[in-house]
Structures are given as C-alpha cells and as structure tokens.
Antibody
Framework: DVQLVESGGGLVQPGGSLRLSCAAS????????MNWVRQAPGKGLEWLSH????????YYADSVKGRFTISRDNAKNSLYLQMNSLRAEDTAIYYC??????????????????WGQGTRVTVSS | EIVLTQSPGTLSLSPGERATLSCRAS???????LAWYQQKPGQAPRLLIY???KRATGIPDRFSGSGSGTDFTLTISRLEPDDFAVYCC????????FGQGTKVEIK
C-alpha cells in the first residue's frame, strides 16, 4: 500500500526554523513528482512547493519563496521541507502529496492522489 | 495567480438529495487541469475527480464533474451519509491553487 508519513512538526518561535520530512513507501518514489501543501486552522488548502522526480525542477508559492526549500532523497524514499524565518501565519498542518499523471488518447491530466496524514507546525512565542 | 472561487460556502442537504457545487476560475483554464478533492475533519484530502470529469480510482459513480473554461461543477447525485464533508477544487494550469472549499452539511 502507498504510504506517506510526515514528521518534524512542532512548536517554534517566530524567526525560527524547522525541517519537515515525508517518508514514502509502497511505490517507486523516484518516479513521482511530489508536493507540500498546508492548511491553516479553519482555512483552505494552500499549495507550497513542487519537486520533480529527479529533484531537478522545483517550484514555490510566492508566500514561501526564499524562506522554504524543498528537497528529496530518492535513495531514502524521502521528501523534505526546510522552513526558515517562520512567521505566525505559517502555523498550519503540513501535508506531503504525490502527483499522479493520467493519460488517455487525447490528453494528460494530473491529480494529487496520495496524501500523508499531516504534521502540525505552530509558530508562536 | 489563478483564483478559484467556490460556491456556495455551505450546502445544507439531506441524505438522498442531489448536491451541486460550483468552482469558478479567475481566468480560463483547460479542463485537463482541474481536480476536485473531498476532505473530512481531521483527515487528509482525497482525490475525487481529475481532468474536470474523470473519477479517480475507487470513487463511486454518484460523483461527477463537468465544466470548461472558467466554470466547473461537482455533482453528487444522491448524498450518502459518508459524503458530508468539505469539497475543494484545484487547478494545475499554472502555479497550483485551491478553492476555499464548500462544506456539505446534513440538513
């Protein structure tokens, strides 16, 4: 079975840093693009970052660009999010999610088909 | 950034009724890049629909998606007790964004 398990969340002071991890199992991790998505308390989902299967292509949302760094270690089947200069508004549950591509005769499509259970990050003094 | 606006914010319906949820994009997006997710309290989102109208693996056929351009719809033909949840749309046409969600609650 496909599993994504996040870890590394916790309470951190404003300006501090945290490194989140996402351990993948049950599929060929190195073949899949991955994402980090967060959800602030009582709010909707916010996409944060995407990394290609090899790690060579990376995208960030403007809200975290320059502060957060996504990376992966395909040998360890792991995805990471290094979060620096944390702010109160970064308080959220952080999810890792797998991108799946679907194909038919006319086109291709995408969806985040597997998600971890999330790890909670609280930024507060 | 493409903004997705969902309506209504909350839909109060009874089991067996039909639910119609709207997702409007701030600019044209290809239907290939529109997905719908279901999220229950304390759980991660679950992919329901990709490509605007294609059901993900294991999703019952009471869930259907439609639309194109800027207007997309998720329909649940007959609500079952397990369907009461929050539903959100997502676009991949540019830097991914999610709608704010529609809560389907029991009336």
């Amino acid at each position: 079975d496909v599993q994504l398990v996040e870890s590394g969340g916790g309470l951190v002071q404003p300006g501090g840093s945290l490194r989140l991890s996402c351990a993948a199992s049950g599929f060929i991790f190195s073949s899949y693009e991955m994402n980090w998505v967060r959800q602030a308390p009582g709010k909707g989902l916010e996409w944060l970052s995407h990394i290609s299967s090899s790690g060579s292509t990376i995208y960030y949302a403007d809200s975290v660009k320059g502060r957060f760094t996504i990376s992966r270690d395909n040998a360890k089947n792991s995805l990471y999010l290094q979060m620096n200069s944390l702010r109160a508004e970064d308080t959220a549950i952080y999810y890792c999610a797998r991108d799946e591509y679907y194909y038919d005769s006319s086109d291709y499509y995408k969806g985040m088909d597997y998600w971890g259970q999330g790890t909670r990050v609280t930024v507060s003094s | 950034e493409i903004v997705l606006t969902q309506s209504p914010g909350t839909l109060s319906l009874s089991p067996g009724e039909r639910a119609t949820l709207s997702c409007r994009a701030s600019q044209y997006i290809s239907s290939s890049y529109l997905a719908w997710y279901q999220q229950k309290p304390g759980q991660a989102p679950r992919l329901l629909i990709y490509g605007a109208s294609k059901r993900a693996t294991g999703i019952p056929d009471r869930f259907s998606g439609s639309g194109s351009g800027t207007d997309f719809t998720l329909t649940i033909s007959r609500l079952e007790p397990d369907d009461f949840a929050v539903y959100c749309c997502q676009q991949y046409a540019s830097s991914p964004t999610f709608g704010q969600g529609t809560k389907v609650e029991i009336k």
